[in-house]
């Protein structure tokens, strides 16, 4: 029999590791034709980074090295093979993944180890190849490769995808790790393949050849249950358009919830949701948020600047129906989220703070942002489209969320990606002030630092969200404050990564864990209660001299004191957390006032982190904690009163005195 070895390297989150789904479909398929089931044998895939060179000696004998190919484990990959071939000449290697280029020009000058690279879908090629391997090794016969010699016509794509035997229920996955080797394994899942939209920035649309194909509904079942059964944590679904679908996906919502419920996993499901979200999604979410494995619904929009929709070919939903939706996800319990990509070509400093203002008058849940990148095989990479935009870019390392710092250190091979710096539409500078103003609204507007402030005087003095924070950034440029020092951290920060020397940031008092700017900058101000509060009420006093305004000093007390009444903190532990206030600030927030009403009120809520351990508290107020925004309470989900609590050998039941919903 002959070797396959393969690789498919990730990096560990915490515990967590993603099993090689991808090359556990392509050896289903290869398995399932009965003149290649027991000419092969499928080592173990190479999953570990850490394992590089003693992946590199087990290949001494391999005849195929197979490497599934990624943003973050291009380098890793290319020096397994280029290692591999030196020790073993005589091994054919394949190189696969949404990381292998359309264009192979100069490819196999720089990468002279690399034998074939599969384009497009690998289930039919790797079959084909194998076959070919075994007769003549005459690759002209397989569709959809390029050699150093020859590319081939483009192999058809799967419309049936029931011909790909699922790596799941053939239980072929656990051939290829060790399933007790002591990590969590995460799984990637596909309920259908394909996307019909063509935005420039990504290559899913060109990958998948734009039709949406699914899988059928009984296969998808049962994998829901094999995840059940195997003690799946996590389900990453890679849906272009969860939802797409509705009746069916609501099928998979309610097996998801009900496999959850019953067995205990899997703990989250998370994926790609429809773009143009609309409101047939929301029985889906509710059918995942009864079961507890929501991590919350996208509302993606990118940009919300119309000439650089164009430009991407990218088609949001308008404004009106994104603030109904948000509403509507928002009363039904749902966390909500935002994503912008900051450097799309079009887009100019005045339309991104636009952008930023729309998104903060429509209140979403959570603002997620990030660099764009330029991906090998999206139409963003075209040199015709390159050069219409000017698009100039830097190579720097990929960003690695919430990664162990001290893993990170240990891996002697950097991954990077092609970020954007420079467009025809705005300069390097500015990128830099984009960036700046989306960490600000995801930071203080977002996570909650400044979000009842910035409410208060646009609701009284009609000052929008933008020129607040146009007002604090001249704040932080007068005045020395903690503040001003969080911005500088941020403007060296953003500096270091915008010239490729990385995105990693980590706060030592938080833990080992390379923590997102926004997060780290609210895990830095947030904690001592006292200390925020007076140094807001500092700037507070700069914009209202700034501005003219003559808020009542006791009224502006008493909104700090609110402000942090809400943010989560390790100032206050306890589970109840209650306060009195000169205005009824609930009633002014909830129902959009446009005048203060000093009516003395007691607010109350249960606290959603009473973890005493410093690090712990971090992670699950803000890591773990963030989706479901246990960085703060929303003002409507505070009570009045005290609560009437029962006592017994301990408490029994905590009672609010004028609402039944006790859900935070």
């Not at 967590?16 to 027991?38: C, D, F, G, R, V």
């Not at 390392?397 to 705005?426: A, N």
Request: charged share 25%; proline share 4%.
């Amino acid at each position: 029999m002959y070797k396959i070895y393969s690789s498919q390297y990730n990096y560990k989150y915490g515990n967590q590791i993603h099993a090689p789904y991808s090359l556990a479909t392509l050896y289903a398929h290869a398995n399932s034709i009965e003149q290649l089931k027991n000419q092969f044998k499928y080592e173990k895939s190479f999953i570990f980074r850490d394992n590089l060179e003693e992946n590199i000696n087990q290949c001494h004998d391999a005849n195929i090295l197979l490497c599934s190919c990624y943003v973050w484990n291009w380098e890793i990959t290319t020096l397994l093979a280029k290692e591999v071939k030196k020790l073993n000449p005589n091994c054919l290697i394949v190189f696969g993944g949404p990381h292998v280029p359309e264009d192979t020009t100069g490819f196999f000058e720089k990468y002279p180890y690399i034998d074939i690279i599969v384009h497009g879908e690998g289930e039919y090629t790797l079959a084909n190849i194998l076959e070919v391997y075994l007769k003549d090794k005459d690759w002209s016969n397989v569709k959809g490769i390029s050699t150093k010699k020859i590319r081939t016509l483009p192999q058809e794509r799967i419309n049936d995808l029931s011909e790909i035997p699922s790596p799941y229920l053939t239980n072929l996955i656990w051939d290829l790790v060790d399933k007790d080797c002591g990590v969590d394994w995460d799984c990637s899942w596909e309920t259908n393949r394909g996307c019909p939209y063509e935005c420039t920035f990504c290559d899913w649309g060109s990958a998948t050849f734009t039709k949406v194909r699914k899988f059928v509904d009984d296969r998808l079942i049962k994998e829901i249950e094999w995840f059940a059964d195997n003690k799946m944590r996590y389900i990453d679904c890679c849906d272009a358009n969860f939802g797409i679908f509705q009746d069916r996906d609501l099928l998979i919502a309610k097996k998801l919830k009900e496999q959850a419920l019953e067995k205990g996993f899997p703990k989250k499901f998370g994926t790609a949701w429809a773009k143009n979200t609309t409101d047939k999604i929301l029985p889906i979410a509710m059918e995942l948020k009864e079961g507890n494995i929501l991590g919350g619904i996208s509302l993606s929009v990118q940009s919300l600047d119309p000439t650089t929709l164009k430009n991407i070919k990218r088609a949001n939903i308008k404004f009106d129906k994104f603030s109904d939706l948000t509403e509507t996800f928002r009363n039904n319990g749902i966390p909500t989220y935002t994503e912008i990509i900051i450097g799309l070509p079009g887009e100019t400093i005045q339309s991104f703070k636009k952008g930023l203002e729309t998104i903060a008058q429509t209140k979403v849940g959570t603002l997620l942002w990030g660099n764009c990148s330029i991906l090998p095989n999206a139409p963003m990479n075209i040199p015709e489209y390159r050069e219409k935009f000017k698009i100039k870019t830097i190579r720097s390392p990929v960003k690695l969320r919430h990664v162990s710092m001290e893993y990170v250190k240990k891996q002697k091979i950097t991954e990077f990606e092609e970020i954007v710096c420079e467009t025809s539409s705005f300069t390097f500078e500015e990128l830099k002030e984009m960036t700046l103003y989306a960490w600000a609204f995801s930071a203080f507007q977002n996570l909650g630092i400044f979000e009842y402030f910035s409410n208060y005087y646009n609701q009284i003095h009609n000052l929008s969200f933008i020129s607040f924070y146009e007002i604090f950034f001249e704040y932080c440029n007068s005045a020395e404050s903690i503040f001003s020092k969080e911005v500088e951290i941020v403007m060296n920060h953003l500096h270091d990564g915008f010239t490729g020397k990385g995105w990693d940031h980590i706060e030592p008092e938080f833990g080992d864990i390379n923590w997102p700017i926004d997060e780290a900058s609210w895990l830095r101000l947030v904690p001592d209660t006292e200390i925020l509060e007076k140094e807001s009420r500092k700037f507070l006093e700069f914009l209202e001299a700034k501005c003219n305004f003559e808020t009542a000093k006791n009224v502006l007390k008493d909104l700090v004191k609110f402000q942090g009444f809400l943010l989560t903190s390790r100032s206050h532990l306890e589970e109840i957390k209650v306060e009195k206030f000169l205005v009824d600030w609930k009633d002014f927030f909830v129902h959009n006032k446009d005048k203060v009403e000093q009516i003395e009120k007691e607010y109350y809520f249960k606290n959603p982190v009473t973890e005493k351990d410093k690090i712990l508290w971090g992670c699950q107020a803000v890591f773990w904690g963030r989706r479901a925004r246990k960085y703060k309470v929303p003002s409507n989900k505070i009570y009045e009163n005290k609560p009437v609590i029962e006592f017994g050998s301990n408490i029994q039941e905590i009672k609010p005195a004028h609402s039944s919903n006790w859900d935070l």
